[in-house]
């Protein structure tokens, strides 16, 4: 059995990976710093930096940082030390000058006692140029650690478009990660696998992983863990039949998440044709509705949903943003159109925000209503992009459904006759934003001044008054019935 812990989640990891930690080593070798190591090791990683002269910094320390003090209410070294340690911080740096010519002996003794490192900063090293220095190796790792994911999707989509493609993309995703990777049956078999052999106790550890997940509805889509020396993570792909993706590594890097993400999407679609031939049915049916199908020609195939639509806008700006997001979402059934990604998702599946998207998701809609939930979805982004908000969901109800939906449509041809569809839609989002000049501009992509004049139109061709708050909820009642 594995060592260790296990994490286990329901979604993919974001599609850009987080800042990686700097070791201590790095700024060690910063010569313009003239920092010194007194105590402890030289390789813990340090996540950020702090500067307190508190007496007690415990409860202003989050763990993994680099505390930086000139000692200036250093009273009991051994106690101060025994907090730092206690609050989880990765290392103490002790600027000498202008309370202490030199390190105090007693705090370089506790520190080699508790194994935690301390580093002398010189007079001349100013508590801001450790800092800068830290920021710049962050964002010099950071800088590295996308490139290494973009390449990583590179290869992972050029081999997914060779003869054997499903070896290939283990073997690339095994060469990324600088491990193995494992495509297991639904039995726990190995149906595949590519990369270097891992000890016989990892390879057990690793499969026992795979089986946690399985094809139960609503389990967890990914688990990691430690076996036979090595860090284990498994994902099970898309379509709930069972199999799944593990792989074995040495080490975790911050990327690692997202490259497996897009490995898994990439599986789960070259293995579609292996599958029961009535998933298979249902993701062709999925995709086809994505590329414009109308409902009725597939809705026989997709069984009785519901499903929920979601469109988004943002990303990373590479070629494959859209495949991270669909891997972040735990789908494998995604289409571009422009600028807009469109997906399909089983309702029961949690739509959350992801860093750097705005997301619209509809209401849950049956196979029939999928173009009624694509333009929920649609109108759910101008809204998000309006608001500036990472994820808004169509709210659906509410007092608008006391009225009888014939009735209530009859009126809305009435009443909304004299508006063409540009001067509609304007004094639909401008109503949906309270009346926000700025925030209809961006939700429509224009001018500013073209929302006031279409504005002022509609006033005209209506007479009515829009900054009567009666007339603007007739008004918005009246479009949304429309």
Not at 37 to 63: F, K, Q, R
Not at 235 to 244: I, K, V
Request: glycine fraction near 10%; charged fraction near 20%.
């Amino acid at each position: 059995m594995y060592e260790g812990s296990m994490a286990m989640t329901s979604a993919e990891p974001a599609p850009t990976p987080p800042a990686p930690p700097v070791p201590l080593t790095a700024l060690l070798a910063r010569r313009d710093l003239g920092l010194r190591l007194l105590a402890g090791p030289e390789d813990v990683p340090i996540h950020w930096v702090h500067t307190s002269e508190m007496a007690d910094p415990y409860p202003y320390l989050l763990g993994g940082e680099l505390l930086m003090t000139a000692g200036v209410l250093l009273a009991d070294p051994a106690h101060y030390v025994a907090r730092v340690v206690e609050a989880g911080a990765a290392a103490l740096a002790f600027g000498v000058t202008p309370v202490y010519d030199t390190v105090p002996a007693e705090l370089v003794e506790a520190c080699a006692r508790h194994g935690l490192p301390l580093v002398e900063v010189p007079p001349r090293t100013p508590f801001t140029a450790v800092a800068r220095a830290l920021w710049r190796l962050m964002a010099e790792a950071r800088l590295h650690e996308l490139r290494r994911v973009t390449e990583a999707q590179q290869s992972l989509a050029a081999a997914a478009a060779r003869p054997a493609p499903v070896p290939a993309v283990l073997g690339a995703l095994a060469s990324r990660l600088g491990g193995r990777a494992v495509l297991f049956g639904t039995d726990g078999t190995e149906s595949a696998a590519a990369g270097r052999e891992v000890p016989a106790e990892a390879a057990r550890a690793l499969r026992d992983l795979a089986g946690v997940l399985g094809p139960r509805p609503g389990g967890p889509a990914s688990a990691s863990g430690d076996g036979g020396g090595l860090r284990l993570a498994a994902y099970a792909l898309g379509g709930g039949d069972g199999l799944t993706l593990g792989v074995a590594a040495e080490r975790r890097g911050p990327g690692d998440h997202t490259i497996a993400g897009v490995a898994v999407v990439l599986l789960s679609l070259l293995t579609a044709p292996h599958r029961g031939a009535d998933v298979t049915v249902r993701d062709g049916a999925l995709v086809r509705l994505l590329l414009g199908a109308a409902p009725a020609e597939v809705a026989g195939a997709l069984g009785p949903g519901p499903w929920t639509v979601v469109h988004g806008r943002g990303g990373d700006g590479t070629p494959f943003a859209a495949v991270s997001l669909a891997a972040a979402l735990g789908t494998p059934l995604a289409a571009q159109e422009g600028g807009t990604v469109r997906l399909l998702l089983p309702s029961s599946a949690s739509v959350t925000a992801q860093e750097g998207w705005t997301l619209g998701a509809s209401a849950p809609v049956p196979p029939a209503e999928l173009a009624a939930g694509d333009a929920q979805a649609a109108r759910a982004l101008r809204r998000a992009e309006g608001n500036r908000a990472a994820l808004v969901r169509h709210r659906a109800g509410g007092f608008a459904a006391l009225v009888d939906p014939d009735e209530a449509a009859a009126y809305a041809r009435g009443a909304l006759t004299p508006l063409t569809e540009p001067l509609a839609e304007t004094l639909r989002v401008w109503l949906s934003l309270h009346g926000s000049w700025d925030r209809t501009a961006v939700a429509l992509e224009i001018h500013r001044n073209t929302v006031r004049q279409r504005i002022t139109r509609c006033a005209a061709v209506l007479d009515r008054d829009l900054d009567d708050p009666d007339v603007r909820m007739e008004l918005w009642f009246a479009l949304r019935a429309r």
